[in-house]
């Protein structure tokens, strides 16, 4: 047996403790028993520590559940471990299809460990704002910045474990939300937003023009209306470095 | 292939950096000569892991260890991991780079295990095939850990430690001497340790790791989650002999103990070292 044929008879072993393929591999089954271990315990390890408040949440036995599940489904393909928490959410709705507190607190869970290690950008220099033209000023927002519509108090829940107090009982929000996750400097942050203050950021994100922004909620509110809470939500991103460029420098 | 240089000698006494003294390491004067940081926890685009070890890179040297290049992989090394990893590098100038004797990924699977590869010719010629790849791609020469390990494939036609001799001399590699990865593959295959020490070119080892392991079933497993055994400081004094002052560490990866413990061990192999020297 060649090496190439080999190596895919170790993975078809790790992956499916095939007899056949630890026939292929070795005399002795012992030693490759301890590499599957190895492989599956560092699997569900790796989950563990990327979804600790999801573990916490549903218990040890639940928790082992979905992630063997995964471990299952999902065989490991990027080359830093890391990775291998994406898409346990879309395992989560295999696996719990009815309990969607779970898939969003997975949502926020996964969205803090890619935050974490984004790119780096330099805060806003609010001295570059009074030369924007703001009629034509382009956005950009923290390459950190997830967002996804919230349906249940996942978010509560979150922060509940993370404050070392005992979670609430899962519930449906009375009207649907936002949750946002970014970076500010080192910590990243998980923040709930109101249906329309999530809509917004969504619009001047997608279509990056302050312009479509305040014409949007002038429609909404009104001219006076409309434009002070354009205001006060441009505000609200600098402030909290969740817009880190405006383009669009007035002309001399 | 380009030829580089050897790795140079640094005989200093180092620990691997965990998160568990990120602020020892951070906040305070850690008598230590090197750091070894494992290489993907800082392949990242940004964040707090790329400013820890820039701030620990101001203090002392940094080697960096990776995991996850799959030198022995058939179908060669990923583009992106070279990618990143070479980025690493010139962040930080490390004073070495290394990885492991062993294999991950296949296809598009990566096991993220250090996986055993069959002692044979072929498998010679993919390594030495990838080490050159991923030395041109990192400008240097690279170091290479002996792995532990729980399986022998029937048609391998060389001993361990003749493989590694081998793949010196053909990449221009230096070798990091795991004494405890030696005695663990030794337990579990049944070859003396120390033929193993006389046997692996000793002048291309630049870096020792000294840690504990844990018995399994039948086989002894490598967990770096215990104090350095008695029979691991039998070789390293063994070692010492054959290698001389290298730099030298305690690699501790689970259980981890105060900062303190292992600067006590680290101590030991001072002595160790000291006595040779004597």
């Not at chain 1, 990243?188 to 001047?204: C, H, I, N, T």
């Not at chain 1, 909404?220 to 880190?244: K, P, Y």
């Not at chain 2, 260890?65 to 990143?84: K, P, Q």
Request: aromatic share 8%.
């Amino acid at each position: 047996m060649n090496l190439n044929k080999m190596q895919r008879a170790f993975r078809r072993w790790l992956t499916t403790a095939d007899a056949a393929a630890a026939h292929r591999l070795a005399e002795d089954p012992r030693g490759l028993h301890v590499y599957q271990n190895n492989y599956r315990v560092q699997l569900m390890n790796c989950l563990e520590s990327t979804y600790p408040h999801l573990h916490a949440f549903i218990g040890d036995a639940a928790f082992r559940y979905a992630a063997a599940a995964h471990v299952g489904r999902q065989p490991p393909r990027a080359w830093t471990l890391d990775a291998y928490g994406a898409g346990f959410e879309a395992t989560l709705r295999t696996v719990f299809p009815d309990n969607p507190d779970l898939h969003e607190l997975a949502w926020i869970e996964w969205s803090l460990a890619t935050a974490f290690v984004a790119r780096d950008t330099a805060p806003l220099d609010p001295a570059h704002l009074a030369h924007v033209d703001w009629d034509r000023a382009r956005l950009g927002f923290a390459p950190s910045l997830h967002m996804a519509r919230l349906t249940t108090n996942a978010a509560d829940i979150w922060s509940a474990l993370q404050d070392g107090a005992d979670a609430p009982e899962a519930a449906m929000l009375p009207a649907p939300a936002g949750a946002i996750v970014w970076r500010r400097g080192h910590v990243a942050r998980l923040r709930v937003l109101a249906a329309p203050d999530f809509e917004a950021l969504r619009l001047a994100r997608a279509e990056g023009s302050f312009a479509a922004l305040c014409a949007r909620l002038v429609d909404r509110h009104g001219a006076d209306d409309g434009v002070a809470s354009a205001g006060a939500l441009l505000a609200d991103w600098i402030g909290n470095d969740l817009l880190t460029r405006v383009s669009g420098i007035r002309q001399p | 292939m380009t030829a580089f240089a050897s790795p140079p000698v640094f005989a200093g006494y180092g620990l691997g950096l965990r998160r568990e003294h990120y602020r020892d390491f951070l906040e305070t004067r850690v008598p230590v000569d090197f750091v070894e940081v494992i290489s993907e926890n800082f392949m990242v685009a940004g964040g707090q892991p790329l400013d820890i070890v820039r701030r620990v890179r101001e203090r002392h040297p940094v080697a960096l260890h990776g995991v996850s290049m799959s030198i022995g992989s058939a179908d060669g090394l990923r583009r992106d991991y070279i990618v990143r990893l070479k980025a690493l590098v010139a962040a930080v100038d490390p004073l070495y780079v290394s990885d492991h004797l062993s294999w991950s990924r296949i296809g598009r699977f990566n096991s993220h295990d250090l996986l055993p590869l069959p002692y044979t010719e072929e498998a010679l010629d993919v390594v030495c095939a990838n080490i050159d790849r991923a030395q041109d791609a990192v400008g240097r020469a690279m170091l290479f850990e002996n792995p532990s390990s729980y399986l022998t494939f029937a048609g391998a036609s060389m001993t361990e430690w003749e493989f590694l001799a081998r793949m010196c001399e053909r990449t221009g590699c230096g070798l990091l001497l795991d004494v405890n990865n030696v005695f663990v593959s030794a337990a579990n295959h049944g070859f003396d340790p120390f033929a193993f020490l006389d046997g692996i070119p000793a002048q291309h080892v630049r870096q020792i790791h000294l840690a504990g392991h844990s018995e399994g079933d039948g086989l002894l497993i490598d967990t770096h989650d215990q104090p350095v055994p008695d029979g691991v400081w039998a070789l390293y004094a063994h070692a010492v002999t054959r290698c001389g002052p290298v730099a030298t560490m305690i690699e501790r990866d689970a259980d981890i103990p105060p900062l303190s413990e292992l600067l006590a061990e680290l101590a030991l192999a001072r002595r160790f070292n000291l006595r040779e020297a004597a």
